[in-house]
């Protein structure tokens, strides 16, 4: 079954350290995938995708087919990454199948 | 970029009574939009795509009868929660996919007293 899953629901870490969010993968054939991120009292809103292979606010994510995950990394935290960050994969339609999500808290 | 708005953002109603929210698209067509619930720091659970023209399209455990969808236009679509009970309250949240990107709505918070 496809399906996307994200093992930690809380995450905290000091303001200038390395964040990295968990998002492994079941997908048969070769998955596009997408990190959303939802900031305190905002919409939802795409942080990233896979295929563009950008960076976006200091965050890159890796496309590791062998492992079947698609991490999201930032070498050095800043106070305003705390959000609520999601792990996506399309499905048919047009639709996504959204990971639990990972709270992360930064520290100062 | 795109934008979805919804409104309300938020509504209190009384048990028993129905509830209309709407999702716009507005400076784009959406033949497709999608309704999601959120529960308090839980993910999105998708709860039924929205085609315009036709019959909403649920998932499995979605009442079809008492979240009934329309989605009259290119840019419009509703859900109504039907004698809506305080289990019903909830974040509603909707998306419109424009250029292969989805967008999402602000999110309308349900309160059923």
């Known amino acids: 079954a496809q399906r996307v899953t994200q093992p930690e629901k809380l995450l905290s870490v000091f303001k200038g350290a390395p964040v990295e969010l968990k998002c492994n993968y079941s997908?048969?054939?070769?998955?596009?995938l997408f990190w959303y991120v939802q900031y305190s009292r905002q919409r939802l809103q795409l942080l990233l995708r896979h295929i563009s292979r950008e960076s976006i606010k200091g965050f890159t994510a890796d496309l590791n087919k062998g492992e079947t995950s698609f991490h999201l990394k930032k070498p050095f935290a800043q106070e305003e990454d705390s959000a609520m960050y999601y792990c996506?994969?399309?499905?048919?339609?047009?639709?996504?199948?959204f990971g639990t999500g990972t709270s992360l808290t930064v520290i100062p | 970029g795109a934008v979805v708005s919804q409104h309300p953002s938020w509504v209190i109603c009384k048990s028993g009574t129905s509830v209309k929210i709407e999702c716009r698209s507005l400076d784009f067509q959406a033949t497709t939009m999608f309704w999601y619930r959120q529960f308090p720091k839980q993910s999105l659970m998708l709860m039924a795509t929205s085609n315009e023209g036709s019959k909403a399209t649920y998932e499995q455990g979605v009442e079809k009868d008492k979240f009934l969808i329309n989605h009259a236009s290119l840019t419009l679509s509703t859900l109504t929660v039907t004698s809506a009970h305080p289990e019903d309250s909830s974040f509603y949240i909707c998306s419109a996919t424009s250029n292969y990107e989805q967008y999402f709505g602000p999110g309308t918070r349900l309160t059923v007293t």
């Open positions: 997908y048969s054939g070769s998955p596009e």
């Open positions: 996506a994969l399309p499905r048919t339609g047009n639709q996504f199948y």
